[in-house]
């Protein structure tokens, strides 16, 4: 057990949105209806506010004779260079900043406005001091020293790059270089082909990469809002490669991107495809189990497979099941969350049943809102004010690949966050049969990210404790996606376990011990301690009833 102290508190994602949000939007009604709110707090308290608003006065004087008042975050990469504290006119202006900023959010704390009115005005106050930082005005001195570095050039470029945004992107700076990435060339490149399809998925068997291997072979469901390659990306970050080379079969399934055709696609009809698809992975493999790992929604849907199996007494077909990142208790607090009302929730499901899908983009907008200054006011001043072209990362690459949900898989997910209902017997229905997640008795091996805003650890942890069987949950000092791409060998790598599972979070983490390096080893012997007995590779793919289609990475992953 590690020594902790107060200074050393349970952590929780420092973000607003999570999945929730994605799923929800968020609509500018709402935020305009608290900016109104806050509007007339101040014409009502028209002392308080001068208050506040004279001592702000105040320190802006103060810092107009170069005091210095506020320490900002040394780790914030907007202020990180040195001019901001050395040149007069930066360290003047962001003290400024940093003083609207303090006396705003007091101004909010010390109202009388209720506490959920409060929590909804911070956030929206966040969102407008984010944007309004002096590091996103072309008086940025980056920009400025770009500006005389390129002899002028940087402008015209920024101006060329944001008239391409506006274009192409949706009005949001452009978050990586697609040119540097073509998918079946340099991501999702593993040797292997489609051995099944059926109209919402192919399955994708890989060439063996080892001498000899194990008699159960792993099927990997990635989530349903996503393509299936951020398991195969590079070859050094590729989870399916390192699975292959330590002598597992490996199947995965490469979602369909749905049209307004597929609108009655809900949680049933992915359910039933990916029995389809555990059935031929079985069949293929000559294995009469086979491991499942399920990704974010995927997690959702590999659950909900095991109740209507164990409903049906077929559970023996999954060996062990792995979550990466999964949610099976929604139940999540976060401020955005405040706007959400069960008319927000239907105006959601009849935009979405209008169009017959939920956008991708529109999710990506969400996401990108969760994190501004990372994932839009970032590139806003690499893009525009610096004049450069965004990196070539294939991470951001695979996040900018954007699918749609079909209209009644996204109702199912919004009723999922609002009744939460695998925390009770029955409460969901899947297929035709009833859930009761205590009664799946397949051990668990479950992932969570200490920084994941998406779907927030602690939660990811009350989920596990749903399952029955043999349960192991282990947290990663990553967030939502570098908690499933965390190879070994890299330096910061680290995660943290213990035996025992508490019903209690926080004191989990108490009596957790922190362990140097990535899960996958972890997670690697303990699959293969539940795979069988080794065996010569087989190096055909497919079987007589299965034969290969054609090469990965399919043709489901190309459709826009």
Same mark, same amino acid.
């Given at each position: ?141 980056? !920009? ?6 390129? /002899? =002028?050039? *940087?402008?015209?470029?920024?101006? +060329? &790059? @944001? ?126 189990? !086979? ?6 929604? /995927? =997690?959702? *849907?590999?659950?909900?497979?095991? +109740? &209507? @199996? ?251």
């Amino acid at each position: 057990m590690r020594d902790k102290s107060a200074a050393d508190p349970v952590p929780v994602p420092a973000a607003f949105m999570n999945a929730q949000n994605a799923m929800l939007g968020l609509r500018g009604r709402d935020l305009f209806a608290t900016v109104r709110s806050l509007t007339l707090q101040g014409l009502r308290r028209p002392v308080y506010s001068a208050k506040h608003a004279l001592a702000l006065g105040g320190q802006l004087g103060r810092v107009l004779l170069g005091d210095t008042l506020h320490k900002h975050n040394p780790d914030d990469p907007r202020f990180a260079d040195p001019a901001w504290r050395l040149n007069p006119f930066y360290r003047r202006s962001l003290q400024a900043y940093l003083a609207w900023q303090q006396q705003l959010n007091s101004w909010i704390d010390e109202s009388d406005l209720p506490a959920d009115d409060r929590t909804r005005a911070r956030f929206v106050a966040t969102l407008l001091s984010d944007a309004l930082a002096p590091s996103n005005s072309l008086l940025n001195p980056l !920009a400025i020293k770009e500006l005389l570095n390129s /002899g =002028g050039s *940087s402008v015209f470029k920024g101006l +060329g &790059h @944001l008239y391409d945004d506006l274009l192409h992107n949706h009005g949001l700076p452009s978050q990586v270089s697609k040119q540097a990435f073509e998918v079946g060339r340099n991501l999702a490149a593993t040797p292997g082909a489609v051995v099944f399809r059926n109209e919402l998925l192919e399955l994708i068997q890989y060439k063996p990469m080892s001498e000899k291997q194990y008699a159960r072979p792993l099927l990997i469901v990635p989530p349903q809002i996503n393509k299936y390659y951020i398991f195969d990306l590079s070859a050094e970050k590729s989870f399916v490669q390192y699975a292959l080379k330590n002598g597992l079969q490996v199947f995965i399934i490469s979602w369909r991107n749905p049209d307004a055709r597929h609108r009655e696609w809900g949680l049933s009809s992915y359910v039933q495809a990916i029995e389809e698809a555990l059935d031929v992975t079985r069949a293929i493999s000559g294995s009469k189990e !086979a491991h499942l790992m399920g990704a974010c929604a /995927g =997690g959702l *849907s590999i659950a909900a497979l095991q +109740g &209507h @199996l164990q409903a049906k007494r077929q559970l023996r077909k999954v060996s062990s099941a792995t979550y990466l990142v999964s949610l099976l208790d929604s139940q999540i607090d976060s401020p955005a969350m405040l706007f959400a009302d069960e008319k927000t929730l239907e105006a959601a499901k009849r935009r979405s049943y209008q169009k017959g899908v939920l956008d991708g983009r529109d999710m990506a907008k969400v996401f990108a809102w969760m994190r501004p200054n990372d994932l839009i006011w970032n590139y806003w001043v690499n893009n525009y004010l610096l004049g450069k072209q965004p990196p070539a990362f294939d991470i951001l690459y695979w996040n900018n690949d954007n699918t749609r949900l079909p209209a009644a898989l996204h109702g199912d997910l919004l009723d999922f966050f609002k009744h939460n209902p695998l925390t009770h017997p029955g409460g969901l229905e899947v297929c035709g049969t009833p859930i009761d997640l205590h009664k799946v008795t397949v051990d668990s091996f479950s992932i969570a990210g200490i920084n994941d805003h998406i779907t927030p650890w602690d939660a990811v942890y009350r989920s596990t404790l749903l399952l029955g069987g043999d349960s192991r949950f282990v947290l990663s000092n990553s967030g939502h996606i570098q908690s499933i791409l965390n190879p070994p060998g890299n330096p910061k790598a680290n995660y943290f376990e213990s035996g025992k599972l508490s019903s209690d979070p926080r004191a989990w983490y108490y009596d957790a011990k922190q362990a140097s390096g990535s899960w996958w080893p972890q997670w690697l012997d303990w699959i293969q301690q539940r795979s069988g007995e080794q065996r010569e590779t087989l190096l055909a793919l497919g079987s007589q009833n299965h034969p290969p289609m054609e090469a990965a990475p399919g043709t489901y992953v190309h459709v826009r």
